[in-house]
């Protein structure tokens, strides 16, 4: 029993030191001495060479920044079009033991046409190097600003290609459909299943690019769609889901850099299956009433063969008059030969330099495309 006392008060006597302890212990204040100062920018004026995306263009150097304990720093480089960095563009992050980042042509020439800068144009471009510790960026200091002047080249964006069970082409990454791109827009007029799940690639197979949304839950190289409509939804670690009606919609993806935004809206014309269509234009006078029909092969494929020259101009009816059912070359008064088919404001003519031989015209309303062949 007395073993059992003596025990008792030994231990409670341990525990009390321990307090004791505890509170003597010093509590170790992270305080910011000195911000990290931006020593060297390696040039006044850049310009930016669109034939070498990869090779080195701009090198900057900073002090390192002073914390009262070591600790681990991260240093971010940031530009902006203006000194107060409304708008600040990250051009990247580096660790501790880093003084200097070096940067391509490729990654400058992002940056420029981000901030707003004109491609082929001088313009200021203004930089900063701030130092921050952890993940929540906590004690972030900031240099002072510099600035270079930059020209950049047209910035390439990406080609992207619909493919899923949602799609007109299904799960077969060989017969994905491309988009029409126009700058940093990609576009089509195509079909799309309620309830069915699709993604975008980067190339006519499944390696090495995919284009989903970008969320938690989604594979980390997939992540790209920062902004989507209301009808798309997350679906799986891969895909999205379109949830509207199935139709013929407007898909249009922006992919300017930190927009990157993806959007399904109803085409005017909703629906693919006519039960004829005709094609007018310089071939009959663009006489509506005397338009020549053309020959359905499937549900939504039509053909037609005619004597193109070399100025030859059309578009597609869906009654011998004008009217709400027509198309043409995608994208407003967008003369050309794209092979995408708009709706109604949303085209302009079909221009195509035949030779006066003969020319099979094929028009795919599900699909959104036309193709003429000699």
Known sequence: MKNNIFKGVFLLLISLLGIISCSDREIVTIDNQSAPILMDVSKESVFLDK??????????????????????????????????????????????????????????????????????????????????LGNGESLTSTSNVSMIKITPYELEYPTFYLVGAASYVGWTAVDAQVLYKSSSKSIIYTYLEGGQPFRFLGQ?????????????????????????????????????????????????????????????????????????????????????????????????????????ESASEFKFLGQNAWGDIEWGNIMKDNTGNSGFLGPKGDNGNIKFAGDGSNYKITVNLKAGTYTIAK
């Not at 909703?270 to 005709?278: G, N």
């Open 51 to 132: 034939n070498f995306p990869d090779n080195p263009a701009f090198n900057v150097t900073w002090d390192v920044a002073k914390y009262t304990v070591p600790v681990q720093i991260t240093y971010r480089i940031e530009v902006s079009a203006d000194n107060k960095f409304t708008k600040p563009f990250v051009l990247g992050t580096v660790g501790n033991s880093a003084r200097t980042a070096t940067f391509t042509n490729a990654q400058m020439n992002t940056a420029a046409q981000t901030i707003g800068l004109v491609k082929d144009v001088a313009g200021t471009m203004y930089m900063r190097v701030s130092s921050y």
């Open 204 to 308: 006519k197979n499944w390696d090495p690019t995919n284009y989903s949304i970008d969320l938690s839950g989604t594979r980390e190289n997939y992540r790209y769609f920062k902004q989507v409509s209301s009808n798309l939804i997350q679906d799986g670690d891969e895909n999205m889901k379109f949830t509207g009606t199935t139709g013929i919609y407007k898909i249009t993806i922006n992919a300017a850099t930190g927009v990157q935004s993806l959007d399904v809206s109803a085409s005017p014309i909703p629906t693919f299956d006519f039960p004829q269509i005709y094609i007018v234009g310089s071939i009959n006078g663009w006489d509506a009433a005397t338009a020549p029909a053309m020959t359905k092969v499937s549900p939504g494929v039509y053909e037609y063969t005619v004597k193109l």
